[in-house]
């Protein structure tokens, strides 16, 4: 069979029928509204909450906190409707401001501002393009019973309504994206993020991964509540990008309806294969963020089996934290521990090391990319081909020409259970 993969400069690859173990993707889902009445029923019929024209109230300063160019959100549907609500309400214009959750990613550009929050947002609102590495902009929400400060940007905390606007898809620490997380880590500070990630280490990945209720999201949940998110909008997009269904309200009860919903369309059961090809698609702008996919992927490959990874990764490995070059993804733990209790690893980093290093230590991962060099690839930890039909010959001719393939489509939004 000839399979194709969601970019267009990847050339398809062809599989012998015989091998093939399954194709996996999320569920199909039929939706007859349009993607803009999609969010115009949730905002109608918030969960856990009045709708949202009705709690906020004129001369608020309102602060709406949403996805970076990393996430596929449909922002630029649903952030029209958010602030036609708001404007409802007789907020006015320069009451609004509009902050970008970067956490520690790069900060946006401006084409890609007008592009994701519509020129009309871009051109009424304040937007605030935060920089992580300006320490001063962050101020302590609480201390964590160990003593450690959590800080989150001061325009989040000064505001007197916060809004989330985000996506419930799997996520290897926190269960799933959205609710509280468009805060933390969206809006925190290095360390807080770092201890937020690196938290996820002390849980078990079958109560982690695609499981909301787990120790990092009730961290995630306390920093966002604390820091004044008072009202999420979340959406869930289907295999092909288009929303599935969204969900409005309180950020803990609302974002809970999501992540069930989420739960059903992206589960599939999985009988693990030799070989498996998986695509980063859309979690695909660096290898920062193409891990994810990767991560979700390997739970369908045997032990000792070869995964082969496809990601564009047109910003390469990631621009904001090079240190994973030197460092690789064959770090084992105990190094990890030992770089960051000396102060030469962030946790924020070191918690992206531990997620490379899980399946590094489970299979072999041949990454097809064009943003990433071979010599890079071979670098962290990873082999590397020029085409995915190379990548398939090495792998069969690893494992015999009887080897069980497995397929999957768009894995970062893929919960495999085995």
Avoid at 274 to 300: E, N, R
Wanted: charged share 25%.
């Amino acid at each position: 069979m000839l399979h194709r993969f969601p970019y267009k400069d990847f050339s398809p690859i062809e599989l012998p029928d015989g091998n093939i173990g399954g194709i996996y993707k999320p569920a199909e889902y039929s939706q007859k509204d349009d993607e803009s009445k999609i969010f115009e029923k949730a905002l109608a019929n918030p969960i856990g909450t009045d709708r949202l024209d009705r709690i906020v109230k004129a001369g608020m300063k309102i602060v709406i906190v949403v996805d970076d160019i990393t996430r596929s959100t449909k922002t630029e549907l649903m952030l029209p409707l958010v602030l036609k609500q708001l404007k409802g309400a007789k907020i006015e214009n320069e009451d609004i401001s509009i902050f970008i959750a970067l956490g520690t990613h790069r900060q946006m550009t401006e084409q890609e501002i007008r592009l994701k929050y519509t020129q009309e947002a871009a051109e009424n609102h304040q937007i605030i393009n935060p920089d992580w590495k300006t320490k001063q902009d962050y101020q302590v929400v609480e201390k964590s019973p160990d003593g450690f400060e959590i800080k989150v940007h001061k325009a989040i905390l000064e505001a007197d309504f916060v809004i989330g606007l985000g996506q419930a898809v799997p996520h290897m620490y926190a269960g799933f994206g959205g609710g509280g997380k468009i805060i933390n880590p969206g809006c925190c500070e290095e360390q807080t993020i770092g201890q937020m990630h690196w938290l996820s280490h002390t849980i078990p990945t079958e109560k982690r991964f695609g499981v909301r209720e787990n120790k990092v999201r009730a961290l995630v949940d306390d920093v966002a509540v604390k820091s004044g998110l008072k009202f999420i909008v979340n959406e869930i997009p289907k295999q092909d990008g288009t929303i599935a269904k969204a969900f409005a309200g309180d950020p803990i009860e609302a974002h809970r309806g999501a992540c069930r919903f989420a739960a059903e369309l992206y589960c599939v059961k999985v009988k693990q294969a030799d070989i498996v090809v998986a695509d980063s698609y859309p979690a695909d702008i660096d290898l920062w963020q193409s891990i994810k996919a990767m991560y979700s992927a390997h739970f369908a490959v045997k032990k000792g089996g070869t995964l082969i990874f496809a990601t564009p990764s047109p910003e390469k490995i990631s621009s904001q934290h090079p240190e994973i070059i030197d460092i690789g993804y064959k770090c084992g733990f105990e190094q990890i521990e030992k770089l960051t209790g000396a102060g030469r690893l962030s946790k924020v980093v070191a918690a992206n090391v531990w997620a490379g290093n899980e399946i590094t230590q489970h299979c072999q991962v041949i990454i097809v990319s064009g943003g990433i060099s071979r010599k890079e690839a071979q670098t962290i930890g990873f082999d590397w081909t020029a085409s995915p039909q190379q990548a398939l010959a090495e792998a069969m001719k690893r494992h015999g020409n009887n080897a069980k393939i497995n397929i999957l489509c768009g894995a970062s939004k893929i919960i495999c259970q085995v």
